[in-house]
């Protein structure tokens, strides 16, 4: 089946530095890719889906300006993490879609900030 | 061998019916989550349980951790609730099973 993986797995950064992470479809091109954040004990959150060569679309009460997503290939998908803040810590997946609404998950980017 | 199983991969059902997705899981989990996705739309979270049963609205979710087994049950099922639904566990990382295709006939 197709492959989406995320890097880095985890992440341990200083309050104020911003934080990459990125989404990759490996084995297939990702038309769609999706962000999704779990804060401890809660579930999944759609933040935002981004489509190849255009903006991303960010549900609401996510800060476009806080969470920076790049589409810029069809097999790549970053998550910028701004000025990031102790609140911040969370668990951050990616999935991706191809030709069918099936969506690939990322196995997760742990991310903590101190 | 996925870490998570879910079945059937699809489904249909006319409307009215009672419907029931079956997930099964081979590590430990700290929680089990079932999300639902529209065709081209991202995911939307229905439950997250640890234990016991949870009841929202027309949908019903149950988790068995002795048998590593959870249940997601539509009452009434309506054509709306056509879309697909996904078992995630989250342990040291979030496994996803692949999902369940339903479909519901006026």
């Known amino acids: 089946g197709a492959v989406v993986s995320q890097h880095p797995s985890w992440v341990i950064c200083k309050s104020g530095t911003s934080v990459k992470i990125e989404c990759r479809s490996l084995?297939?091109?990702?038309?769609?890719m999706f962000w999704y954040r779990q804060f401890p004990k809660q579930s999944l959150m759609l933040m935002a889906t981004?489509?190849?060569?255009?903006?991303?679309?960010?549900e609401q009460g996510v800060e476009k300006d806080k969470f920076l997503i790049n589409h810029a290939s069809l097999t790549l998908s970053t998550l910028t993490v701004t000025s990031a803040h102790p609140e911040d810590s969370s668990f951050y997946i990616c999935?991706?879609?191809?030709?069918?609404?099936?969506?690939?998950f990322g196995p997760g980017t742990r991310l903590t900030v101190l | 061998k996925n870490e998570v199983e879910q079945s059937p991969q699809n489904l249909t059902a006319q409307e009215g019916e009672f419907i029931t997705i079956n997930c099964s899981y081979s590590?430990?989990?700290?929680?089990l989550h079932w999300l639902q996705q529209h065709p081209g739309g991202g995911i939307v979270s229905l439950f997250m349980?640890?234990?016991g049963k949870k009841k929202h609205g027309r949908l019903i979710a149950t988790i068995n951790i002795q048998e590593k087994h959870s249940s997601l049950h539509i009452t009434a099922s309506h054509p709306r609730d056509s879309a697909v639904y996904i078992c995630?566990?989250?342990?040291?990382?979030?496994?996803f099973g692949t999902g369940t295709s339903l479909t519901v006939i006026p």
């Open positions: 999935s991706a879609s191809g030709n069918t609404d099936t969506q690939y």
């Open positions: 084995d297939f091109q990702a038309t769609t």
């Open positions: 981004s489509n190849e060569g255009s903006k991303a679309t960010y």
């Open positions: 590590v430990g989990i700290s929680a």
């Open positions: 349980l640890s234990s």
């Open positions: 995630a566990v989250t342990g040291n990382q979030f496994y």
